[in-house]
């Protein structure tokens, strides 16, 4: 009998988490060989991680400089808003997978360089925030709305995951020198830090300490951060100045009680995803059925068809508390104010990638895919070094007048450096650790989670050698071939994801057919005795579907989107007549669709040509104007994957189109 075999080296070290059912491989046993992901994890080590420590290390992004001014080691003031630390956290995540990824030994020592100073302006008792630190009159812990939790959180995951990269501890002794302060402060029962969880980075952040330290305390903070919501007046006093209040910071309700996603789209799915991840060492039932009940709100009535989430910038909750950034009524999806934080988006991705690994389904995976190909990358510039802070699903006037979307969606094309910089770090240390949540491990096998060329060195929970190959031209085609390349003698399983959109899907073993039930939406569940040369082949049918949303949300009634694959399309201005206006552009419903491979196009993508009706009448002047039947003519033209837009000059865009049946 084989000992268990524990992958420390995850990126969430769940290889101990007793109720984890799907365990974390080690960071850099799937490695992205060819194809889309191989493609972005290039550009996230050549261009986006270095542009990135270029903005965040000199005097545009003012990270590093904020950690050496505190350090006492240079004059000025703070610059960037109260949660900027945990920005430059993140994006020492990134730098930290692609080290381990590349072994660069430069990238290594700036690590060292940046661990250096954050330790150097860490204070005796372990405190570090350097906004409080450099600004006069500034009080620690005076004002949840400093985000100091937040940048802690940031700081533990980080911090854990540079040890386990790295084997250095320079980082995890300042991480868990703030983490025991942290203890000193919050862990008694004092009215005056009772509401100070709010932006919650810092239960994930206590958990992944926990996992990599193995000190109970940590593991115990977390959870009082989660017991504690919900049990106070929710009403202003010394600490909840100038920042919102109630469901916009998820106070109002006990989460174990939830039933509703509500406020800030980022502060809920981190809650969430931290949540799980005390669930995974405590197995509470109360908790995962809420976790149950939240991600069944969010994906099923707020989410849009690109996996997006947070659909206004300002509005109000169901209890009629301000929010900002979040979520609204249930079926409220706008399109052309729909915010969409590039950072809820990923953080659905986040939240869902923790509950397939509780549950072991495939249907959480489908969210992660969603995200991944859709609203995840279209916050990022194809170059990338340009970001979206909000990802709307339609732009409007925006070749002419953006004055519309102004206060709604932040900018009109991306831009080379955002003030609120949570977003970007987010984002590419996604993209730098992506192969991490390509396979997980079951009880007695593996899980194909993610689809890309790649290679999986790795051992099962029992300590045997797997090394398996994926060959695919995944998202553009709908074949993925694996290949087993060394495995043990006994039978076991290999789980294979079947996305919920890949209906008829054919799996095959060695050229013959599988004899299991395929089933989109869930693992396909192989279990024989596998031999090196064995093949599986997944054909998936990379139809063109035309999508519609439920009949509750009245902004895309009479509307449908175009998807392929997990790959939702939209169109774009610089493929219509000049001064043609998006909203006269119409789908016809019986018009062929047909893909297309561009490879020197936008990077490499499959477009999708159609002919779309567009409306040559209309005035646009008047709230309400007398119709006639309007003047249709026909257009030959092509739709782009929504990610790619807005990488050929300020444009307007839709996803959503009207849609006119023969």
Sequence with gaps: MKTKYHHKKAITNTSESPYVKLKSINFGDCRWSNGFWADKENAAAQIMVPYMGDVLCGDIGHGLNNFKIAAGEKEGEHKGFYWHDGDFFKYMEACMYIYSLTKDEKLLQKL?????????????DGYIHT??????GAERFSNRKYHEMYNYGHLFIAASVHYRLTGQHNFLDIAIKQADLLCVYFMPEMQHYQRFGFNQTQIMGLVELYRTVRDEKYLKLAEKFINRRGTFKIEDHSTTKDYPIGDMVQERTPLRESKEAVGHAVLALYYYAGAADVYAETGEKSLIDALDRLWENVTGKKMYVTGAVGQAHYGASTSLDMIEEGFIDAYMMPNMTAY??????????MFSNRMMALKEESRYADIIELVLFNSGLSGISVDGTEYFYSNPLRMVNGSRDYEAH???????????????????????????????????????????VLFGGNTLDTNLLDGSAIKLTQDTDYPWKGIVKI???????????IKVRIPKWAEGSVLNVNGEDAGIKVVPG????????????????????????LIEGNNRIEEVRNQVAVKRGPIVYCIESP??????????????????LKAEHRTEFLGGVTVINTELLLRKDKANNEMYETVTKPVLETYKTQLVPYFAWSNRGQAEMTVFMPVIWS
């Design 112 to 124: 060292d360089e940046y661990i250096e100073w954050i330790g150097k302006a860490q204070e005796e």
């Design 131 to 136: 906004h409080i630190q450099i600004t006069e």
């Design 340 to 349: 969409n934080e590039t950072c809820a988006n990923l953080c659905n991705a």
């Design 406 to 448: 102004a206060d709604v969606t932040e900018s009109p094309v991306r831009q080379a450096y955002l003030e609120c910089f949570c977003c970007p770090p987010n984002l590419v240390r996604t993209i730098c650790k992506s192969s991490g949540w390509a396979y997980t491990l079951s009880e007695n096998g593996v899980a194909v």
């Design 483 to 493: 290949t087993v390349d060394e495995c043990k003698n006994e039978s076991f399983d």
């Design 522 to 545: 869930t693992f396909a569940v192989i279990n024989r005795e596998w031999k090196a040369g064995d093949t599986i082949v997944l054909d998936m049918p990379m139809e063109i579907k």
């Design 575 to 592: 493929d219509l007549p000049e001064d043609t206006s998006i909203l006269d552009v119409y789908i016809k419903g019986d018009s062929k």
